[in-house]
């Protein structure tokens, strides 16, 4: 069973920064893709950023340039910098952990950005 544990949401004016990190637990295998999405509300759920256990990264085109993701290997961490944060980031985020061809969610934090 893997479970997903997401911190560090919370309300930051627009133009200011949050960071959030992700830790799994469970039966983690060394080849995954870990994550995040967002879902705002009235809205479906979007990509925001993905990374390989190799390193390769991916970007929703609404957070490139502003957002970061990283990860640790050993700890099978995940973490996403986001940056220069606009009113429309304002979204519940969820990480993702995918491996052998199951996807596996988190709980969401709330990320809240004012104008």
């Known amino acids: 069973q893997v479970q997903l544990v997401e911190s560090g949401g919370g309300l930051v004016q627009a133009g200011g920064s949050l960071r959030l990190s992700c830790a799994p637990s469970?039966?983690?295998?060394?080849?995954?893709?870990m994550g995040w999405y967002r879902q705002a509300p009235g809205k479906q759920r979007e990509l925001v950023a993905l990374?390989?256990?190799?390193?390769?990264?991916v970007y929703g085109d609404s957070v490139k340039g502003r957002f970061t993701i990283s990860r640790d290997n050993a700890k099978n961490t995940v973490l996403l910098q986001m940056n220069s944060l606009k009113p429309e980031d304002t979204a519940v985020y969820y990480c993702?952990?995918?491996?052998?061809?199951?996807?596996?969610w988190g709980k969401g934090t709330l990320v809240t950005v004012s104008s």
């Open positions: 993702n952990l995918a491996q052998r061809f199951i996807n596996y």
């Open positions: 469970g039966s983690i295998f060394s080849i995954n893709t």
């Open positions: 990374i390989a256990a190799g390193g390769p990264t």
